[in-house]
């Protein structure tokens, strides 16, 4: 069965440098997410993607943010210049369409820790 | 902005009880989600409904759009089950989550 798939699984950084999460969705699938839960809270909204263009972001997706479709298969969270409140887990998630009646299916997760 | 609201927050239960999950949410929607979440961190999704009731194995999910609210329910618990259960409702074209509730089935 077709599945989202993250790397790393956990990844350790310093503070201030730059990280790239990456995310591999499901084949046929068009519309990509990524959404962060930072330990202990709720899942949060980060950003949406379609079309190779940003379709919705949130107030946490700020300008150390980026998100990249770098080729027909990857799907990358970049931060430039990571804080120690960014420490979560970072989830990707794709679906075919936005509607109502389209899943979206999550991969198992990145977990960022930043020291 | 559509809030999500799940109760209880945490619920430990004997393998074999009945379990109930409420969510309800301040905006109307078009979908809403049952996640599970297990202590290794992956979101799996259980179902996702606009109206009325599903049915997986064991797990029963039920939604009320008139009333803003929706149940899982678990016949027969196992110790398997226990996890993070999250409601989650699609909104605009993003999901907004709640705090998810946290099941222990003791044995």
């Known amino acids: 069965e077709p599945e989202v798939t993250q790397t790393p699984s956990h990844q350790v950084t310093q503070m201030g440098q730059e990280v790239i999460l990456r995310c591999v969705p499901i084949?046929?699938?068009?519309?990509f997410y990524w959404y962060r839960q930072i330990l202990g809270q709720k899942v949060e909204f980060l950003v949406s993607?379609?079309?190779?263009?940003?379709?919705?972001k949130s107030e946490i997706f700020d300008d150390q943010f980026s998100v990249e479709r770098p080729d027909g298969s990857n799907f990358t969270l970049k931060i430039r210049s990571t804080k120690l409140e960014d420490s979560a887990m970072y989830f990707c998630?794709?679906?075919?369409?936005?509607?109502?009646?389209?899943?979206?299916?999550f991969g198992p997760g990145t977990r960022l820790t930043v020291l | 902005k559509n809030e999500v609201e799940q109760s209880p927050q945490n619920l430990t239960a004997q393998e074999g009880e009945f379990i109930t999950i409420n969510c309800s949410y301040s905006?109307?929607?078009?979908?809403l989600h049952w996640l599970q979440q297990h202590p290794g961190g992956g979101i799996v999704s259980l179902f996702m409904?606009?109206?009325g009731k599903k049915k997986h194995g064991r797990l029963i999910a039920t939604i009320n759009i008139q009333e803003k609210h929706s149940s899982l329910h678990i016949t027969a618990s196992h110790p398997r089950d226990s996890a993070v259960y999250i409601c989650?409702?699609?909104?605009?074209?993003?999901?907004?989550f709640g705090a998810g509730t946290i099941l222990r089935v003791k044995s």
């Open positions: 998630a794709s679906s075919t369409g936005t509607s109502s009646y389209n899943e979206q299916f």
């Open positions: 084949s046929n699938h068009l519309y």
């Open positions: 993607f379609y079309n190779n263009e940003i379709s919705e």
């Open positions: 905006v109307g929607i078009s979908a």
């Open positions: 409904l606009s109206s």
């Open positions: 989650a409702v699609t909104y605009g074209n993003k999901l907004v």
